[in-house]
Nanobody
Framework: QGQLVESGGGLVQAGGSLRLSCAAS????????MAWFRQAPGKEREFVVV????????TYADTVKGRFTISRDTAKNTVYLQMNSLNPEDTAVYYC????????????????WGQGTQVTVSS
């Protein structure tokens, strides 16, 4: 079984930046579609962005377009989420997800999940 481990979360002021990492282990996710989701308290898990196995960024949520960038380092089996111009509405637990194929930007379409990393943006 594979494992996804997120890191890089923390507390940042509005307007600041963070870079999240998702390290895969136990199996190769190099051919998998990788995505980031987030979940704020009392809200459903929300799609953020997805990248395919070739590094093409398939789609971004409108709320993060122009501010967030996903990338992947195949050699390191790691996916990154660069988050700029953060605002308090970005506060959430951020989850990395993976699946062998792209079946849409919904949580149910992904079979592998990390444990999440907390991002808190203060105003």
């Amino acid at each position: 079984q594979g494992q996804l481990v997120e890191s890089g979360g923390g507390l940042v002021q509005a307007g600041g930046s963070l870079r999240l990492s998702c390290a895969a282990s136990g199996r190769t996710f190099r051919s998998y579609v990788m995505a980031w989701f987030r979940q704020a308290p009392g809200k459903e898990r929300e799609f953020v962005v997805v990248i395919n196995e070739n590094g093409a960024r398939l789609t971004y949520a409108d709320t993060v377009k122009g501010r967030f960038t996903i990338s992947r380092d195949t050699a390191k089996n790691t996916v990154y989420l660069q988050m700029n111009s953060l605002n308090p509405e970005d506060t959430a637990v951020y989850y990395c997800a993976a699946d062998p194929s792209y079946n849409g930007p919904t949580a149910g379409a992904y079979g592998y999940w990390g444990q999440g990393t907390q991002v808190t943006v203060s105003s």
